[in-house]
Nanobody, 119 residues
Framework: VQLQASGGGLVQAGGSLRLSCAVS????????ISWYRQAPGKERELVAS???????SYSDSVKGRFTISLDEAKNTGDLQMSGLEPEDTAVYYC??????????????WGQGTLVTVSS
């Protein structure tokens, strides 16, 4: 199972970006996709999560500004970020709880994608 995160970049405050996490595997069953972020000098924090049933959760700092979605047909989990603030600057990581028949491992991380918000 491999996760490929994309969509990061430089944006001005108030702008928007869309991050995407693509799950590559043979017949994956995605149970949950989450997005974390880690700002310089800070610990990694959970930003948003979505289950296969569509249940979502958000950190208080992004609630109302970020929207997470899951496309099971495409095996992708996206994070639409709007109203970006300089405090949102961080490396964003996707994490997936995925079941595949060939392994008992369930949790995977993608590589980070850098989001920089200028003031």
């Amino acid at each position: 199972v491999q996760l490929q995160a994309s969509g990061g970049g430089l944006v001005q405050a108030g702008g928007s970006l869309r991050l995407s996490c693509a799950v590559s595997a043979i017949l994956p069953i995605i149970n949950r996709i989450s997005w974390y972020r880690q700002a310089p000098g800070k610990e990694r924090e959970l930003v948003a999560s979505i289950t296969s049933s569509g249940a979502t959760s958000y950190s208080d700092s992004v609630k109302g500004r970020f929207t997470i979605s899951l496309d099971e047909a495409k095996n992708t989990g996206d994070l639409q970020m709007s109203g970006l603030e300089p405090e949102d600057t961080a490396v964003y990581y996707c994490n997936a709880d995925v079941h595949v028949a060939s392994t008992r491992q369930r949790h995977y991380w993608g590589q980070g994608t850098l989001v920089t918000v200028s003031s």
